[in-house]
C-alpha cells in the first residue's frame, strides 16, 4: 500500500457447472491476471470452484471432495504469488455442509469464512444443502492439508501494511443487519462480496443502490463479484456482476452478460476512509457499542516502495464540479442554498435592499444572480438591489461594460462610483507614490471600495452582500478589511471552478452573452493599470497559480487531511497532459504557505453558506491558529 492506495479486483471466470478441474484453471488464469496487474486482493465468486448452480449435487460427496482438491491445486498454484485471492466452495465441517470463502496466499490458506444467511424463498433453496455460520461452533479443522481455525462468528484479516479486511457471502449483504456492519465496526477497512445474484427485471439497479448505500453506511471498501456466463440457465440466468465501491461511490463496473471472463481492477483509497470514519462522531458512537469481537487473522504481504506505485485509478482534475448526470440537481441546489442563506438574512432583520460591488468578473456576477434570485423568492423590488461599479486604476473596458451590460439585464439599480480620486488623494494623504505599484496601492484601491459599499448600505439601510469565494479564502486572496468584508458572504462556500461553472448554467437559461463573456474574461482584481492595449495585465493565476489546481488541493487537503505528497502524486495523475509534476509541486507549495499564513484573515470571516463538504468557516467546519507553522508540509513535499 502507497499513500493509504490498495489495488483491489472483482475477477468473473467462466465456469462449468460441477466441472471443478476447469473451473479452478479458469480461476488460476483471473489470479494470474490479477497478480500481474498488482493486485493485493482479488475476490471471485460464491461457490466458484464448483458453480454455484450445482443444486443437490452438493449432496454428492465427489464433489465436495473434488472442491477441496481444487484448493489444493489453487494453493499449489500461488506458492510463489503475493496476491490474496478469496474464492468459494462448499465446505464440509463435521457433518455439515457450509457454503465458504476461502482466503489463500503464497500457497497457504488463510482462513475460511462461511455464509451466514441462507436465501430458501423464490428460486433458491440454499438450506436444503448448506448450515449457516451460526450453527457452527469454533473448531480446529485440516481442509487442503491446512490446519485452520473456523468459527461461526465475524472474521477480520489484517496485512501487514495494515489493511484490513472482511467477507460476506451474497445474501449477507441482503440481510436486515449484515455481518459487514460488524465487521466495519470492528475495523474493517473494505468488505469482499462472493456472490451468484440471478437477473430479474429491475434486480441490478436495486442492488448497485443496495452496495452503494451499505459501502457509505459503514464507510468501507466495498468488492463485489457475481457468477456469470457457465452457470445452469434452468430456470434464472446469472449476469456475471462485478462492482467496486468507496463510501458510496461506485469506482469500477464490469460487463453484464458477458460471455467472456473478466476482472474489474482499481484502487481504493483506506487513508481516505479512515478519515471519513475518525470525523464521523456517530461511526465512532456505534463502535463504542460494538458486541462480539471478531477473530483477527495476519496476512504477509510485499512491502509496495514507491518506484513500484502506479496510480491507475482515475481521478476527477475537478472534485467540486458535479458530474453530468447530475448537474442539474447539483446547481440548482447549489443556488438554492446560496439564495435561502441570503432571504432569511433579510427576513430576519426585515432588510429590503442589498448593496452590491460589481467588477464585471465571476464572483461578483454569481453573487448579484444570487442577490437576485433571493429577492424574487421574498417577492421584494429588484431595483432594491443597488449594484455599484467602481472604476479604478486598473479597470478595462471590457469588465466596466460587463458590469453595467449585466446590472441593466437583470434590472437591479445601477450607480458607478469611481475611486480614482479618492484614491488619489488617500496617496497624498499617507504619502505613497502612485507610480509605485505596491501591496500599498492595491489594498488602497480595495479599501475605498469597501468603505463606499459600507457607507451607501448604510445611508440606504440596507446590507453589503460579498461577493469573495472559497479559493480566495483559502488562499487570503483577498484584502484585509477590504474585500474580505461584508454583512453576508453568499459565495463564501463556492470555489472558484465552481463559481465559473454556475454562472455558465445560469447563462445557459438567461441565454444573454454577458454571462459568457464574464466567464471567459481573465480572472484578475484589476488594481494594476491595464497594458497599452487596454487589456488586463494583472491575471490571478498568473500571480497564485491556476485555480483548477488550488481547488483539487483544498478539497484534499481539507475534505480528508491528505499529506501534500499524496495530493501532489493524485494531481500528477489527474492532470496528466494539461501540467507537469513539476508545476504541479510549485503551486501545491504555493497552496501550503499561503493556506498556513493567510488563516487570520479566515478567523474572522462574515458570515455565509456551506454549500458543500468544504468549508472554512471559523464557527464551524475549520478551526486553526493563525501561527501555525506549514514547515511540515512543506517539507513532505521535498521527498
Known amino acids: 500500500m502507497k499513500y493509504g492506495f490498495i489495488k483491489v479486483a472483482a475477477a468473473v471466470p467462466a ?11 479458469q480461476v488460476e488464469s483471473l489470479i494470474a491476471q490479477a497478480e500481474g496487474q498488482g493486485v493485493e486482493v482479488v475476490v471471485f465468486p460464491e461457490l466458484c470452484l464448483t458453480g454455484y448452480s450445482c443444486q443437490d449435487l452438493f449432496k454428492e460427496q465427489l464433489l465436495i471432495d473434488k472442491a477441496e482438491e481444487g484448493l489444493i491445486v489453487l494453493l499449489d498454484f500461488t506458492r510463489k504469488l503475493d496476491v490474496i485471492s478469496i474464492v468459494g466452495l462448499p465446505v464440509q465441517i463435521g457433518s455439515l455442509l457450509y457454503n465458504c470463502a476461502a482466503v489463500i496466499q503464497s500457497g497457504t490458506l ?16 440454499e438450506k436444503r444443502w448448506f448450515a449457516s455460520a ?3 461452533s469454533p473448531q480446529d479443522l485440516y481442509l487442503a492439508g491446512s490446519p485452520i481455525h473456523v468459527t461461526g462468528g465475524p472474521t477480520i484479516f489484517s496485512t501487514c501494511d495494515g489493511v484490513r479486511f472482511g467477507i460476506e ?24 462480496n462472493l456472490s451468484a445474484s440471478d437477473e430479474l427485471i429491475g434486480k441490478h439497479q436495486y442492488l448497485r443502490q443496495l452496495l452503494s448505500q451499505q459501502s457509505a453506511r459503514t464507510m468501507c471498501g466495498y468488492v463485489y463479484s457475481s457468477c456469470g456466463f457457465g452457470e445452469s440457465t434452468q430456470d434464472v440466468v446469472y449476469g456475471g456482476n462485478a462492482m467496486i465501491f468507496e463510501n458510496g461511490r461506485l469506482l469500477s463496473e464490469g460487463e453484464r452478460f458477458s460471455f467472456q471472463p473478466q476482472i474489474k481492477i482499481n484502487q481504493i483509497d483506506v487513508e481516505r476512509l479512515r478519515t471519513e470514519r475518525r470525523c464521523n462522531s456517530t461511526f465512532i458512537t456505534a463502535q463504542a457499542n460494538l458486541g462480539a469481537q471478531c477473530s483477527t487473522f495476519n496476512v504477509q504481504c510485499k512491502p509496495v516502495t514507491p518506484s513500484e506505485f502506479d496510480l491507475v485509478r482515475p481521478i476527477d482534475p475537478h472534485p467540486f464540479i458535479p458530474s453530468d448526470d447530475k448537474m442539474e440537481e447539483s446547481c440548482q441546489e447549489i443556488l438554492n442554498i446560496q439564495v435561502s442563506g441570503l432571504a432569511k438574512r433579510l427576513y430576519h432583520i426585515g432588510g429590503t435592499k442589498a448593496v452590491i460591488g460589481i467588477s464585471g468578473g465571476l464572483d461578483s456576477t454569481l453573487a448579484l444572480l444570487v442577490t437576485v434570485k433571493a429577492f424574487d423568492k421574498l417577492g421584494l423590488e429588484r431595483r432594491g438591489i443597488i449594484g455599484i461599479t467602481m472604476p479604478g486604476f486598473g479597470t478595462t473596458d471590457r469588465t466596466y461594460n460587463n458590469a453595467l451590460k449585466l446590472m441593466k439585464v437583470l ?21 505613497h507614490d502612485a507610480r509605485q505599484h505596491d501591496t500599498t496601492y492595491e489594498n488602497s484601491q480595495a479599501r475605498e471600495r469597501t468603505q463606499i459599499l459600507m457607507d451607501v448600505a448604510n445611508k440606504e439601510n440596507a446590507i453589503v452582500v460579498g461577493t469573495g469565494d472559497l479559493s480566495e479564502l483559502a488562499l487570503g486572496w483577498a484584502t484585509y478589511n477590504g474585500d474580505h468584508m461584508s454583512m453576508y458572504g453568499v459565495n463564501a462556500g463556492v470555489p472558484k471552478t465552481l463559481v465559473q461553472y454556475l454562472v455558465k448554467y445560469i447563462a445557459r437559461d438567461m441565454a444573454t452573452e454577458v454571462l459568457l463573456d464574464i466567464v471567459d474574461t481573465p480572472i484578475s482584481p484589476e488594481l494594476i493599470p491595464a497594458d497599452e492595449q487596454g487589456n488586463i495585465r494583472q491575471k490571478t493565476e498568473d500571480l497564485v497559480g ?12 481539507l475534505r480528508f487531511g491528505f499529506r501534500p505528497a499524496k495530493i501532489l502524486c493524485m494531481a500528477t495523475k489527474a492532470f496528466a497532459g494539461s501540467y507537469d509534476e513539476e508545476i504541479i509541486k510549485k503551486w501545491l507549495q504555493t497552496f501550503c504557505r499561503r493556506f498556513f499564513t493567510q488563516q487570520f484573515k479566515r478567523s474572522c470571516l462574515p458570515d455565509g453558506p456551506k454549500v458543500g463538504s468544504v ?3 471559523p464557527r464551524g467546519d475549520w478551526r486553526m491558529p493563525s501561527d501555525a507553522s506549514s514547515v511540515l508540509w512543506l517539507k513532505d513535499l521535498e521527498h
Not at 465456469?15 to 484453471?25: P, R
Open 615 to 617: 468549508s472554512l468557516s
Open 134 to 136: 451460526h450453527d457452527l
Open 411 to 431: 434590472g437591479v439599480t445601477v450607480r458607478e462610483i469611481s475611486i480614482a480620486k479618492a484614491v488619489t488623494q488617500h496617496f497624498l494623504d499617507i504619502g
Open 169 to 192: 457471502i451474497c445474501e449477507d449483504v441482503w440481510a436486515p443487519t449484515p455481518p459487514s456492519n460488524q465487521l466495519a465496526l470492528a475495523g474493517a477497512d473494505i468488505i469482499f
Open 110 to 125: 488463510l482462513g475460511i469464512v462461511p455464509k451466514t444467511y441462507l436465501p430458501n424463498y423464490g428460486e433458491f433453496y
Open 15 to 25: 465456469v462449468k457447472v460441477a466441472d471443478v478441474e476447469y473451473n479452478v484453471g
Open 546 to 557: 491556476p485555480y483548477e489546481l488550488h481547488d483539487f488541493f483544498l478539497y484534499y487537503f
